[in-house]
Antibody
């Protein structure tokens, strides 16, 4: 049973860089799954940020691509999200997820989420 | 405004069947792109209940079913139970790394 756990700062100031890490346990990160990030502003809908394969291949949402970088560390069994130049609009619950292959575009495992607030 | 349109709320009585619609365009749902559905309880992470339009992950009740017609995807819950009360989100790939979510539907079990 795969388990995902997000970690990282919960409060940022505008213009700072959001950095989150997702620890993967119970399933090999170097497998036929993609690993990604999805966020949800309070009371709003879900938004996919991007996904990464264990070999470093990535897919990014076009609306965030200019500010997002995903990375993976297979030795530590974790993957990470960096989002630069944050604003209040980036305030959201951030979930790390496992994606069922690159063609299904479905996410079958989710972390519990971590709330990130951007405020001066 | 969400890229995919869902009704804000639906309701039904225990034992009944309800259907939640998700309306897109010919560029997403209508283009044979995969559609998925998620169930989310307040304060919890979403849970995948349907993927690739009509497939259920292991462990998901067969009371949940998905279908699609033209630009509209649908989630049907049969034999409604109190535990089904939650928010439901649809999701469709739209090409060129665009993944769209609906605005969510709140299901109330009367």
């Amino acid at each position: 049973q795969v388990q995902l756990e997000e970690s990282g700062p919960g409060l940022l100031k505008p213009s700072e860089t959001l950095s989150l890490t997702c620890a993967v346990s119970g399933y090999p990160i170097s497998s036929n799954y993609w690993w990604g990030w999805i966020r949800q502003p309070p009371g709003q809908e879900l938004e996919w940020i991007g996904s990464i394969y264990y070999d470093g291949n990535t897919h990014y949402s076009p609306s965030l691509k200019s500010r997002v970088t995903l990375s993976v560390d297979t030795s530590k069994r974790q993957f990470s999200l960096n989002l630069n130049s944050v604003t209040a609009a980036d305030t959201a619950m951030y979930y790390c997820v496992r994606q069922i292959g690159s063609g299904s575009w479905a996410f079958d495992s989710w972390g519990q989420g971590t709330l990130v607030t951007v405020s001066s | 405004q969400s890229a995919l349109t869902q009704p804000a709320s639906v309701s039904g009585s225990p034992g009944q069947s309800i259907t939640i619609s998700c309306t897109g365009t010919s560029g997403d749902i209508g283009s044979r792109n995969p559609v998925s559905w998620y169930q989310q309880y307040p304060g919890k992470a979403p849970k995948l209940i349907i993927y690739e339009g009509d497939k259920r992950p292991s462990g998901v009740s067969n009371r949940f079913s998905g279908s699609k017609s033209a630009n509209v995807a649908s989630l049907t819950i049969s034999g409604l139970q109190a535990e089904d009360e939650a928010d439901y989100y649809c999701c469709s790939y739209a090409g060129n790394d665009r993944l769209l979510f609906g605005g969510g539907t709140k299901l109330t079990v009367l």
